[in-house]
């Protein structure tokens, strides 16, 4: 594998988001970082992302990183800095190089970085300038749910104490639902992203709905080469955004890694690309009309949903030979 180098970030890319309400040009940079302490730890079930960290990354590492970053950029007027861990972590983004990219991008319209409750504090979120975002990855609001199928290593309630605690700061938050994790089956993994949006919603100025992505090396992964998980169906994130619009003040936002791939969210193939477009659509426009995509394979999805409840199992139902068995009923 090729050797990867501790002061270039990890990837620069351009996207389109919104800020002020308005669809803006962002970039987006991936630094390289000495990791997420949860994942040293154990970590989530679905993360990947120990993969990402370089140990031996120091602070003069990070500066020139930032270098490289500016290098690239283009005045964009949001930009968002993720770690593959907490930027907020001192373990991993010293003050230095937190207060340097500060004052680098302080002519910014909005700025994002992410991070674990833990480390929001008094101290940290003093530190963040007005224009900033601290996007959170609650997950689920349901705890048994972060413990067991997340393996998060906090509960929601610490989620909601940092939530809070931003949104009191008068700064804005984005929550990240993660939309089907291991052991629930896809219509559980809808009622459980509809409860955790109702429950994040009164802190969050946007809700993020991201969908199960299977990664390298996780014990998400595993299970699914087994046949024992598959990946959400896009009928599924549609149908998620269509219970809470409406009913809940935050933004809702979804843009799936890997999706229409069968280790991301994924329908029959045929309307992949169509559903994915929607949802993208949606996250925009917020727009229920938007959702409107046709395909045969929504009965199926149905279809699925009966057949996974009548059998008692989050197996995936496509695979093998319950495959016969549950479809047909
Ligand atoms: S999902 Fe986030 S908190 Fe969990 S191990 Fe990965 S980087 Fe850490
Ligand atoms: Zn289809």
């Not at 940079?29 to 031996?56: H, N």
């Not at 490289?68 to 930027?87: A, D, H, L, Q």
């Not at 939530?163 to 008068?170: H, I, N, P």
Request: with cysteine.
């Amino acid at each position: 594998m090729k050797e990867r180098n501790p002061s270039e970030p990890e990837a620069v890319w351009k996207e389109k988001d919104v800020s002020s309400g308005r669809t803006v040009d962002a970039m987006v940079a991936i630094m390289r970082t000495s990791g997420c302490r949860w994942a040293k730890a154990g970590g989530c079930t679905m993360c990947g992302y120990r993969e990402a960290s370089l140990p031996q990354t120091t602070e003069s590492d990070l500066m020139s990183q930032v270098d490289r970053i500016i290098e690239r950029y283009k005045g964009e007027p949001f930009v968002k800095f993720y770690t593959s861990g907490s930027f907020l972590d001192t373990g991993e983004i010293p003050v230095s190089v937190r207060e340097r990219i500060f004052d680098e991008f302080s002519e910014c319209e909005r700025i994002l970085v992410e991070s674990r409750p833990e480390f929001v504090n008094e101290e940290t979120i003093g530190s963040l300038p007005k224009t900033a975002t601290v996007a959170l990855g609650l997950e689920s609001s349901d705890p048994e749910v972060l413990r067991r199928s997340v393996h998060k290593g906090f509960t929601p309630a610490e989620s909601k104490r940092a939530g809070t605690a931003v949104r009191d700061a008068g700064l804005s938050v984005r929550t990240y639902l993660l939309l089907k994790p291991i052991y629930l089956t896809e219509g559980q993994a809808i009622e459980d992203s509809v409860r955790s949006a109702l429950f994040a919603d009164p802190w969050s100025a946007e809700i993020s709905i991201n969908p199960l992505n299977v990664q390298f090396g996780t014990q998400t992964e595993r299970l699914w080469k087994r046949g024992e998980f598959r990946a959400p169906w896009i009928w599924s994130l549609i149908e998620v955004f269509r219970r809470l619009s409406g009913n809940i003040s935050a933004r809702l936002m979804s843009s799936p890694s890997g999706g229409g791939s069968q280790r991301g969210v994924h329908n029959c193939g045929e309307c992949d690309r169509r559903a994915l477009d929607a949802v993208e659509k949606f996250s925009f426009s917020q727009d229920v009309r938007d959702l409107d995509v046709a395909c045969a394979c929504v009965e199926k999805w149905k279809d699925y949903l009966r057949a996974e409840k009548m059998l008692g199992t989050s197996a995936d139902l496509e695979r093998g030979i319950i495959n016969d068995l549950a479809l047909r009923m």
